[in-house]
């Protein structure tokens, strides 16, 4: 829908601290920590991955 | 890395982007792992064949298909929510069923699928809810378009995973016993 080559990613990537689009291993990587025994603590929170888009 | 192993695991949507590689980070942790697809067969008939996982054609906004396929898989350990889907343009010219369709998807779903769950999860059980910057935080998302589907919970994020890698959100809850308090 937005690829990393798409004509949307210099926009994007402009908005972003980190200019590069997110992995999706690095989505899964963090549902497996949460999901993992470290992540028992953690509920009702939300975490932004977003190469710093919203900050 | 951590191992699922003996861990039950559904994942909604699962065929395709993040959540296929959801799929194969469980499965690569020995987990016990099921996901739906709706739309994309040969995808998910492929992360299928790759991983082990089971494929299970269920389109989450069909709600008594949703709960079916939930409860289906029994006590769940791991519960990932990521189908989703995304309605972008002007919402004076958006059609209602897309509308309608992505409300039902979004938020409805991760509801229904949460508390269904929940309702025989196994202990220190978990489920994770993968949204998007659109739905929470996004500077632009004040418009009526990427608002209309944000419900009160903010976990429960709108908009696509996937629809850009640069707008994954996840969020997450871990209490089986406070599905919506998520």
Known sequence: MNPADGPNAPLMHSFMAIKRHIHADEIAEYTAFIAGPHGAMITGAMQTIDGGFGA | ?182
């Open chain 2, 1 to 182: 890395m951590s191992d699922f192993s003996g861990k039950n695991i559904l994942v909604l949507g699962g065929s395709r982007g993040i959540g296929a590689a959801i799929v194969r980070r469980f499965a690569k942790g020995n987990g016990n792992v099921a996901f739906t697809y709706a739309g994309s067969e040969e995808a998910a008939q492929e992360i299928s064949s790759e991983t082990g996982a089971a494929a299970i054609h269920t389109d989450s906004a069909e709600r008594d298909a949703l709960i079916a396929t939930v409860t289906g898989r029994g006590a769940l350990d791991i519960l990932v929510i990521n189908a989703g889907t995304a309605a972008i343009g002007d919402p004076l010219t958006f059609e209602p069923d897309a509308i309608d369709r992505m409300i039902d998807i979004n938020v409805r779903a991760p509801y229904h699928a949460a508390v269904e769950a929940a309702r025989k999860m196994n202990d220190n059980g978990r489920i994770i809810v993968i949204g998007s910057v659109n739905g929470d935080r996004m500077p632009f998302a004040a418009a009526p378009p990427m608002r209309l589907p944000n419900p009160p919970y903010r976990v429960w994020c709108a908009a696509s995973p996937g629809i850009s890698a640069s707008a994954a959100s996840p969020s997450t809850a871990c209490s089986p016993a406070r599905p919506t308090a998520t």
